[in-house]
């Protein structure tokens, strides 16, 4: 079955430092999209990307993070300027279509921020 | 905000009994998702119900919808102990691209 694949697992990374996620989606889907989950809260929407432009994008989604589909399958998440409180769970998920559709989500990458 | 808000917080059941978990929401939605997280994992999607539905099954679930109520509610039946995890809504306004998820239903099943 197929399924939303994410690198790295976990990532650790000074403050300061850029870094960069990386999500394959859902070969066929079109809408992608990242949350983002702080240890023991909620999921929370961080932005929503269809045909290579950002739909949707949340409050805490500010001018360090950005989101690029370099190439026909990856999908990126790039945080230029880490700081401590970017310490999440960060989740990748993807749609065939907008939200009427289910979301399936990627297993997640833990990124530490020291 | 159309946040959706679970309960109970903590569920502590035996191997076998049924489990039952509830949503509530504020504003009017197109659909609602079912989802469940094992600890420090990924989202597992369970399950869709639209705005126009009342009851799905999948399996061991049953969701239920009640717009007038602006509540669904879970219900995993004769549950297993890998059933244990955290089990959340989700909820799509129609209006944005995203989902809004609840706070989530911690579920405890013993052998």
């Known amino acids: 079955e197929p399924e939303v694949t994410q690198t790295p697992s976990h990532q650790v990374t000074q403050m300061g430092q850029e870094v960069i996620l990386r999500c394959v989606p859902i070969s066929n889907h079109l809408y992608f999209y990242w949350y983002r989950q702080i240890l023991g809260q909620k999921v929370e929407f961080l932005v929503s990307?269809?045909?290579?432009?950002?739909?949707?994008k949340s409050e805490i989604f500010d001018d360090q993070f950005s989101v690029e589909r370099p190439d026909g399958s990856n999908f990126t998440l790039k945080i230029r300027s880490t700081k401590l409180e970017d310490s999440a769970m960060y989740f990748c998920?993807?749609?065939?279509?907008?939200?009427?559709?289910?979301?399936?989500f990627g297993p997640g990458t833990r990124l530490t921020v020291l | 905000s159309q946040q959706g808000e679970e309960d109970p917080q903590a569920l502590s059941i035996q191997e076998g009994e049924n489990a039952t978990m509830n949503c509530s929401y504020k504003t009017s939605i197109n659909n609602l998702q079912w989802y469940r997280q094992n600890s420090g994992r990924g989202l597992v999607h369970l399950i869709l119900i639209r705005s126009n539905e009342r009851e799905k099954h999948s399996g061991r679930l049953r969701v239920t919808l009640d717009t007038s109520k602006k509540s669904s509610s879970l219900l995993i039946t004769a549950s297993r102990a890998a059933d244990t995890a955290s089990y959340f809504c989700a909820i799509y306004g129609g209006t944005a691209s995203k989902l809004t998820f609840g706070t989530g239903t911690r579920l405890q099943v013993t052998l």
């Open positions: 998920a993807s749609s065939e279509g907008q939200g009427y559709n289910e979301q399936f």
């Open positions: 990307f269809y045909n290579n432009e950002i739909s949707e």
